[in-house]
């Protein structure tokens, strides 16, 4: 196998594993849909920045990206703060109109000669053949640092999650951990916009931990399972890319969603599959207690 090819494998792997552990914390703190509008408000900081160099850098773009959606994190703030507008109708806004100017500067870019061949629009929807050696390089490092991240602060993410006034009273800087946290999500997603796109991201943040969700009660078990489904399908869905030339991003999404579907059905306590044999076992023990109760009452 191609060395750089073996390069694409490794940091698609790296970003499913760290998307699939900081999406953990993103789900169980109700924050999924703030990946999707980081996601999405990233695209006319990409734009911005490709029309600002002239050529395709990651690092720059990255750069944009976060630029990008920290305003738009600024601007669904001051919406929820200062008007009757909920926080999910305010995310809905700002990634809606985000959204649509990244899709007007991509256009413009796009019409332009040098546009197409720029690689930009494989933001959309993602292209992991289009990645460079810096480029893997860049995403490679963010990802180890934000996966090793969640390991140093584990532990502190795991109280703020679930007893966030037990955190306050031992003295843990919530604030700053949220700050911290966040911080991590937009990370992941601003460096999966290239190999997955601005349209999937977020879900490779949410499906492999509703995946993991079904399979254990522990958050340690949970975050590794997740991790672990999210760098399979990064693999895979990298792999079949390659071959076939197709977008990366629906095809990650369509493998990591076939493994929720698995999980649904069949994750041995939770899954549909295997409560409804439980039920079935449950019940064929009530009728068997009754007849032999009924038995026992006609001797």
């Not at 306050?168 to 951990?177: A, C, D, E, R, T």
Request: positive net charge; hydrophobic residues 55%.
């Amino acid at each position: 196998m191609d060395i750089n090819v073996q390069w694409v494998f490794t940091s698609m792997a790296l970003l499913g594993l760290a998307s699939g552990m900081i999406g953990t914390f993103a789900l169980l703190k109700k924050q999924s849909l703030i990946g999707d509008a980081m996601a999405h408000a990233a695209l006319p900081g990409i734009c911005i920045a490709f029309l600002l160099y002239g050529q395709k850098s990651l690092l720059l773009f990255l750069i944009g990206a976060a630029c990008s959606g920290y305003i738009a994190t600024i601007c669904i703030q001051f919406i929820v703060k200062h008007t009757r507008v909920k926080e999910d109708a305010a995310i809905g806004i700002v990634l809606s109109v985000f959204f649509g100017l990244g899709i007007v500067l991509l256009t413009w870019i796009n019409q332009h000669e040098g546009g197409n061949q720029s690689g930009i629009h494989d933001f959309l929807f993602g292209k992991a053949a289009s990645l460079t050696g810096s480029d893997v390089n860049v995403l490679t490092v963010t990802a180890v640092t934000v996966i090793i991240m969640i390991l140093i602060f584990f532990k502190e993410f795991k109280i703020i999650t679930f007893d966030r006034a037990f955190a306050q009273g031992i003295g843990i800087p919530v604030s700053l951990l949220n700050g911290v946290l966040m911080f991590l999500i937009v990370s992941v997603v601003v460096i999966g916009l290239q190999a997955v796109g601005v349209v999937l991201m977020s879900a490779l943040l949410i499906t492999p931990a509703l995946a993991a969700r079904y399979w254990t009660e522990k958050l340690e078990w949970m975050t590794l399972l997740a991790g672990g489904f999210g760098a399979l399908s990064g693999v895979a869905g990298a792999y079949i890319s390659l071959i076939a030339y197709a977008p990366t991003g629906p095809l990650v999404i369509i493998f990591a969603t076939v493994l929720f579907i698995v999980s649904f059905l069949f994750a041995p306590k939770r899954g549909l599959c295997s409560k409804m044999i439980r039920r079935h076992i449950e019940r064929k023990k009530l009728q068997s207690q009754q007849l032999m109760y009924k038995r026992g009452e006609q001797l």
